[in-house]
């Protein structure tokens, strides 16, 4: 059975997104409050000693938005 599911994100939640999976993570706590959102999204999670990552979800939407660009392309 497939699922669609609609993700809004704006542009700093995108940019936190790529970042995340870039291996960036949040450095102050205005940068851990933002992030703190996409992490109520599903789209990353915390774990001690690694940080910031992304979710099997996050990693969907991340695909999906490239793939779009590629499209569009």
């Not at 936190?16 to 870039?22: E, H, M, P, Q, T």
């Not at 450095?27 to 933002?34: E, F, G, I, P, T």
């Not at 109520?40 to 999670?45: E, W």
Request: aromatic share 10%.
């Amino acid at each position: 059975m497939d699922v669609q599911i609609t993700v809004h994100l704006s542009a700093w939640q995108h940019d936190w997104l790529v970042d995340i999976a870039a291996g960036k993570q949040p450095k102050n706590w205005y940068h851990r409050q933002s992030v703190a959102v996409l992490s109520r999204m599903g789209l990353v999670s915390f774990v001690w000693n690694v940080g910031y990552h992304l979710t099997d979800l996050g990693s969907q939407v991340l695909w999906q938005i490239n793939e779009q660009k590629e499209r569009k392309a």
